[in-house]
């Protein structure tokens, strides 16, 4: 088992997050040296239910080869999920016909091709959350709601 996080990065973690950003840095801390290697960052931001993109990422690492949990804690409070408003005039974008509803096939292809993609896998998640009705057609507010719920 790790050794326990000093108990004051616990709450300084735990002061500034409010959640449990010192236990996720445990976690992805394997060989116990008290930072995380680059490689990781990605993975444990989104353990905690951070969305970065991987060149957000990048550019927070600044070339390091690893963080330690200040730096961690750091990266985690810089990472502002969108409000669901942003979400859902994002998706409406692609609303051509200004119904409120998207194709399955038009969106999965979207969420496919742009920015990174997403992978098979996440685009099965996508399209379960999306819940397309029997002509194959999304609807925008409801699938918002799904993807943003707490």
């Known amino acids: 088992p790790n050794p326990p996080v000093r108990e004051e990065w616990r709450a300084l973690s735990r002061g500034r997050m409010g959640d449990y950003t010192a236990d996720c840095f445990e976690l992805f801390d ?3 040296k008290g ?3 680059a ?11 951070k969305t970065p993109s991987e060149e957000e990422i990048k550019e927070m690492l600044g070339g390091k ?7 961690f804690t750091e990266m985690a409070s810089q990472i502002v999920a969108p409000a669901k408003d942003e979400v859902l005039e994002a998706f409406s ?3 051509t016909n200004s119904n ?3 194709a ?5 292809n979207l969420m496919k091709n742009l920015g990174e993609g997403l992978n098979e896998e996440e685009l099965a998640g996508m399209e379960k959350v999306a819940a397309a009705d029997d002509e194959e057609q999304v609807n925008i507010r409801h699938m918002v709601d799904q993807l943003m719920q707490e």
């Open 30 to 32: 394997t060989d116990n």
């Open 35 to 37: 930072s995380i290697d």
């Open 93 to 95: 974008t692609f609303d």
């Open 104 to 108: 399955l096939g038009e969106l999965k």
């Open 65 to 71: 080869g690893s963080v330690d949990l200040a730096a």
């Open 100 to 102: 409120g509803y998207i």
């Open 39 to 49: 490689a990781q960052v990605g993975s444990a931001l989104r353990a905690l239910g």
